[in-house]
């Protein structure tokens, strides 16, 4: 139980600024053979996914914060993204696993007030397609 919070925590932090690898741990569970793959996947998909939802909400509901020295994003960042958001809309989402801008883009989906229930489903789909193609490719299957 205690790998799984540890991988649940290491793919929620992953998801925010916080410096986490949540893609080591996962081959390491899932070489150790104590736990099914699925539920390593479905651990790891989670807890990045509810990352993802904590910067929507920064963006959501703290962005008149962002040029305070506490908050997570850089306005470079924030820019950055933004503009990356305005163009591509919801589906710029899929980028949400990408090193670097997947963080600020679920920041800027919460500034540009991007649905909750839409940006679950992209996002879900983005990061556990992400370490799904992880685990098929350390199985060999590609």
Do not use: C
């Not at 741990?25 to 939802?53: D, E, K, P």
């Amino acid at each position: 139980m205690l790998a799984l919070l540890s991988l649940f925590f290491a793919a929620l932090l992953a998801a925010t600024l916080i410096p986490a690898q949540s893609e080591a741990l996962l081959l390491w569970l899932m070489y150790s053979g104590a736990h099914a793959t699925a539920l390593l996947w479905l651990v790891a998909t989670l807890g990045n996914v509810l990352g993802s939802v904590v910067n929507w909400l920064l963006g959501r509901y703290l962005s008149h914060f962002a040029d305070h020295r506490w908050f997570p994003f850089s306005g470079k960042q924030m820019a950055r993204a933004s503009n990356w958001y305005r163009r591509w809309g919801y589906w710029s989402l899929l980028a949400s696993w990408v090193p670097i801008i997947g963080d600020p883009l679920t920041l800027a989906a919460g500034m540009l007030r991007e649905p909750l229930w839409r940006f679950l489903l992209i996002v879900t789909l983005a990061k556990g397609g992400r370490y799904l193609v992880l685990i098929l490719l350390a199985r060999g299957y590609m």
